[in-house]
């Protein structure tokens, strides 16, 4: 198989980005543009993932979430790569998602484990199947064991690897093992994306392309540097990414995105704090962890 690519390649770092919402808990599209915007031109992002759990994509109705798109298209997709999370633990409804995405121009979508359902393998397969063949768009699937409680596995996911417009994984299982396999035998152009920031040299270090990245919101410069400098001088992008440690185990000391809303407003001034129910605002012990990391790098607005 060989690389296949939409209008836009996708780069190397991704964010998947947090949904801002105003006093009364309605999406503020104005502000979710200003923030792409942050993100592709002071973040160094190539990409952006919109409709991801970081951008509390189970609260979202449909039309929130394909506004959303259409919003963060026009206001930086004429400069960086913009995927859609189109995955939800039913396939029907994910292949909905995904041919809506592609009318309205999206760059590539995302297809999340089932997750509650917990199919086998030969229902992972079938699904992610399913909600490819439903999309000329590329594709990237998102392995995520810790939220979805089924891991991809790696002989599953080299059989979808063959599937023409399935391109990418994004690998949050938390196995570096695994990983390792994935890179090792994935197809040629198979793009592997660490799915945890805390693990983005390791990724790096046996075969990863990039990152699809949560602290990328505050340090996404410095995590740039991390991926680019990795091959011609491993020691300084070493160097970046133990300095920026603190900022990244701070930004998931609680359940996540709450914690990486609360610093994009310290960092960048946006009004983007609030959540929407089950998550809750920070408490001020909570709040203390990441201003203390946000602090030891000096990351302030």
């Known amino acids: 198989m060989g690389a296949f ?135 990237m699937l998102y392995n995520i064991q810790p939220r979805s409680a089924i891991n991809l596995e790696t002989s599953t996911l080299l059989k979808l690897a063959e599937v023409k417009n399935i391109v990418a994984v994004k690998e949050a299982s938390g196995n570096i093992g695994q990983i390792t396999d994935v890179c090792a035998q994935a197809p040629e152009g198979f793009r592997v994306y660490s799915g945890d920031d805390g693990i983005t040299t390791a990724v790096m270090a046996v075969g990863g392309h990039g990152l699809v990245s949560v602290a990328a919101h505050v340090v ?34 609680a359940p996540s995105p709450v914690p990486v809303k609360y610093a994009l407003a310290q960092t960048a001034g946006f009004a983007c704090e609030s959540v929407r129910l089950p998550l809750v605002e920070l408490s001020a012990t909570e709040k203390a962890v990441v201003d203390q990391a946000l602090a030891s790098l000096k990351v302030t607005a």
């Open 5 to 139: 690519f939409g209008p836009r390649d996708w780069g190397t770092l991704l964010t998947a980005m947090l949904t801002p919402f105003d006093k009364d808990g309605a999406v503020d599209y104005d502000l979710a543009a200003q923030i792409a915007v942050h993100l592709v031109d002071k973040q160094k992002n190539d990409g952006i993932v919109v409709n991801g759990t970081t951008g509390e994509s189970p609260t979202l109705t449909e039309y929130e979430k394909l506004r959303l798109l259409e919003v963060v298209l026009e206001a930086v997709g004429d400069r960086a790569a913009v995927v859609f999370g189109a995955g939800t633990y039913n396939t029907a409804e994910s292949v909905a998602m995904a041919k809506e995405a592609e009318h309205r121009g999206a760059h590539g979508v995302m297809f999340v484990n089932p997750y509650y359902n917990r199919p086998g393998q030969a229902g992972l397969e079938a699904h992610f199947r399913a909600c490819a063949a439903a999309t000329g768009l590329p594709v």
């Open 220 to 253: 996404g410069a410095e995590l740039k540097e991390v991926i680019e400098s990795f091959a011609k001088d491993p020691a300084r992008s070493i160097t970046v990414f133990q300095r920026i440690l603190p900022v990244l185990r701070a930004l998931f000391s």
